[in-house]
């Protein structure tokens, strides 16, 4: 099974704590041109549900949406987060825990929802279904939760996203597995899945690249990766070498973003 959708090696290895996550977050809140971050473009889009809306995040990991808008979250909704990672749903909890919210946290696999028929107002996966291994059943799941208006959120990335990033990391990598690399959810195809099963979809891009000073930060980013284990220290020491070559001549970084977002509808 890919690594993108091995739910054994998601949850055992790459998100088993928050550190993988926490590094390749870190480059984007650090770098990222958009003065207007991630999490406030998102919710954004978010605040047009209900005032007292049911809302449910399939795959929370650290719950940074919410604590980076949590000046933003209206007082009546009631929230559920998930995530399969026992990891992913402790690190969400101290993030959250001191925003005063009364959050429900609940480890919940998107493919089999254990939650009544339109139970929710919003649903909202965020990075995620390109880890879900049969995203038909998670959507027909989802769509099954949503109320007759509900909507879903679905972010993810396009093709070129951190395109010279993955450069980097098939230059280090011993073991070249597609598995690695190919991303099964993306800005091209995602719409066309989402359509099976939802009536209504629109797609909007957030436009964003990042610009880095330190070569510090790229390296933990990809020590973080999938395949990080597969990584040879020679070969990462010499491409370290060439970005701070690099960074001394140019005094910048710049890596490719593209990323956005489904809103899709009964």
């Known amino acids: 099974m890919p690594r993108f959708t091995d739910q054994k090696y998601l949850t055992q290895d790459q998100y088993k ?13 650090n770098y990222s041109v958009n003065p207007q971050s991630w999490s406030r473009w998102v919710f954004e889009t978010l605040l047009q549900a209900p005032a007292t809306a049911n809302v449910l995040e399939l795959g929370c990991g650290t719950g940074t949406l919410w604590k980076e808008c949590a000046d933003q979250i209206p007082a ?4 559920t987060l998930t995530d399969l990672s026992d990891g992913m749903l402790d690190s969400a909890w101290k993030n959250l825990v001191v925003t005063g919210r009364n959050f429900k946290f609940e480890k919940v696999d998107a493919q089999t ?9 919003l649903v909202i996966a965020n990075h995620m279904l390109y880890h879900v291994p049969d995203r038909v059943k998670a959507l027909n799941e989802i769509q099954r939760v949503l109320k007759d208006d509900g909507t879903l959120i679905a ?14 990391l098939k230059q280090v990598n011993l073991n070249r597995r597609a598995d690695m690399f190919d991303n099964p959810f993306l800005l091209e195809n995602g719409a066309a899945e989402i359509k099976r099963t939802f009536s209504r979809v629109e797609k909007t891009q957030y436009v964003d690249n990042l610009e880095i000073t330190k070569v510090e930060p790229i390296i933990n980013y990809i020590r973080s990766s999938i395949g990080a284990e597969d990584i040879s220290e020679e070969l990462l020491n010499s491409v370290e070498k060439e970005l701070t070559a690099y960074l001394e001549q140019h005094k ?8 956005g977002m489904f809103r899709a509808m009964k």
């Open 113 to 121: 929802l254990p939650y009544p028929d339109k139970s929710f107002d």
């Open 17 to 29: 704590d928050s550190s993988n996550l926490d590094a390749r977050i870190a480059l984007h809140q």
């Open 252 to 259: 910048k970084i710049i890596i490719t973003k593209d990323s």
């Open 76 to 79: 009546g909704w009631n929230i």
């Open 155 to 168: 972010t993810t990335v396009g093709e070129k996203h951190m395109q010279e990033m993955y450069g980097w």
